[in-house]
Nanobody, 122 residues
C-alpha cells in the first residue's frame, strides 16, 4: 500500500511558476514509477509527467515539455513537479500517483493522492 499526499497548488497568473509536492508513505517505492496526472473540469484525466523512482528517468507529455520538471527526493520520499511559464490551459486538479512498472505515459496507476487544485488566470 502507498499513501500519497499532494500540496502546493494555488491560484497564479499566466507566466508564473508553482511547485507541487507529493509525500509518499507505506511500502518501498523501488521499482515504482511516480506520476503527475491532471484533470480539468469536464475533461478526462491527462498524463503530465512521470519519474522512475530508482533510476530517476523522466517522461513528459508534449504539452508540458520544456515548461514542467518532475523530480524525486529519495531521502524525503517526496516527488515534485516544478511548473514554469504556466498557462490558463494548465488549470486543473493535479494528482500524484504511483504504480509499478516501466516509464511511459498514460493514467493507469494503482495508488492516487487526493489532488491539489492549480488555477492559472490570464
Amino acid at each position: 500500500q502507498v499513501h500519497l499526499v499532494e500540496s502546493g497548488g494555488g491560484l497564479v497568473q499566466a507566466g508564473d511558476s508553482l511547485r507541487l509536492s507529493c509525500a509518499a508513505s507505506g511500502r518501498t517505492l523501488s521499482s515504482y514509477v511516480m506520476g503527475w496526472i491532471r484533470q480539468a473540469p469536464g475533461k478526462e484525466r491527462e498524463f503530465v509527467a512521470a519519474v522512475d523512482w530508482s533510476f530517476g528517468g523522466t517522461y513528459y507529455a508534449e504539452s508540458v515539455k520544456g515548461r514542467f520538471a518532475i523530480s524525486r527526493d529519495i531521502a524525503k520520499n517526496t516527488v515534485y513537479l516544478q511548473m514554469n511559464n504556466l498557462k490558463p490551459e494548465d488549470t486543473a486538479v493535479y494528482y500524484c500517483a504511483a504504480r509499478p512498472g516501466g516509464l511511459w505515459g498514460g493514467v493507469k496507476y494503482d495508488y492516487w493522492g487526493q489532488g491539489t487544485q492549480v488555477t492559472v488566470s490570464s
